[in-house]
């Protein structure tokens, strides 16, 4: 059978769609804010890739004249002019980015920040948040969010020995903060710590007002460095990244997911002293064959391009954005349904849980996993594509319409009715 090659039919375990079950979605071309699959039918696409699509499939400013780009050759092995643009343009937007370097992927630039935190502060042990997502390198892996829930360190194939240099803390939880900096394999020994800024894999989960700053605080108290990794908000929620909203000014950030205009393009940077510890300046190696491949940088430049050019699609994505989460909550009301719907900029956000906003990745283990599993699929059938899975959010691009939002909403009423009638209707 097609397909029996492929390790569990998928490259990245989110795609099959364990935790909604049914039949795993499977794209056959994507168009603007839609997905299509192989028969031809049209989603609104809210998955987005799991958000590098800020500008929607295909999108003409990225994709128009490929081939004058493929035409100069698709991989070099050495250094050419637009990368070193692309890194003075990403520095205008990003001033904490003083020196940085190109990577693939996301988890490729936190391995690289983390090694480059540890190389300089010469401690080991690297503090991060529960529900957080930085890519699946041994350490990230450890009590993340998205659909990397790893319980098992031995089983999921992580040497225990890992967590010797690994704390994990409750996310807007300031004194679990505290306490785990004062744990054995933490005291004395943190080079940095690691955070989503704005959280967008448990849900979205906006920070508290002074938890970055605590953050912040808390490791230049200890001489060790803050890590922002900003692979889904940067530029998600503007060219200034979630640091740029309330002027923080971590020592290192990571990028990713958009930065290749939707071409695997990933980067790492941040204070000049800091990165220096890189070779060929100092011992530490971070590298690769397709690091700051020149295709992907070209698309990255491009799709920057745009977006400093149209700085009104934010605002158009803004206002859906609002519009999608107010239509959202009118229905939960009209349904009485207590459950807090979440939207910053191009992001929006609801559970299957009663009561407040998740904070933490407590609060999200909690919601109703099936009733989300039951919508998922209603919203499918009418034609919308939602994450298969409830720790992921919505992402809008700057294509989807007010039209599509509206009819999103009318999906999302009639996905209710039929939820409330069951599953026999
Ligand atoms: N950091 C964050 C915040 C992410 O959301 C992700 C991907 N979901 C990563 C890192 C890892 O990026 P990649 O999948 O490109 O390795």
Known sequence: MLGNTLAGGVDSPVRAGAAVGGEPFVQARGAGAYAYDAGGRRYIDYLMAYGPLLLGHAHP????????IAARGVVFGSTHDDELVLADRIRTHLPSMERLRFATTGTEAVMGAIRVA????GRPAIVKFGGNYHGHSDLALLGAGASAHTRDAQAAGIPASTLDDL???RYNDLDDLDLVLESAPIRGRLAAIIVEPICGNMGLVPPMPGFLDG???RARARDALVIFDEVITWPRFGLGGAQGRHRHRPDLTTLGKNLGGGF?????????????VLAPDGPTFAGGTHAGNPFAVAVGLRALDFLEAKPQVFGHMRALGARLAAGI???????????AVINLESVVDFKFRTGHATRNYDDQTRADARAYAAYYHEMRARGILLP????????????HTEADIDETLTAFEESLKALRRGPHG
């Open 61 to 68: 400013a990225v994709t128009r004249g490929l081939d004058a």
């Open 118 to 121: 540890r190389a300089f502060t």
């Open 167 to 169: 704390g994990i803390a």
């Open 215 to 217: 953050i912040i605080a």
């Open 264 to 276: 695997p393009l990933a980067a790492f940077g941040g204070r000049a002293d800091v990165m220096r």
């Open 329 to 339: 909550r009118a229905a939960l009301d009209r349904f009485r349904l207590d459950y």
């Open 388 to 399: 298969p899975s409830q720790n992921e959010v919505m992402f809008l691009c700057t294509e």
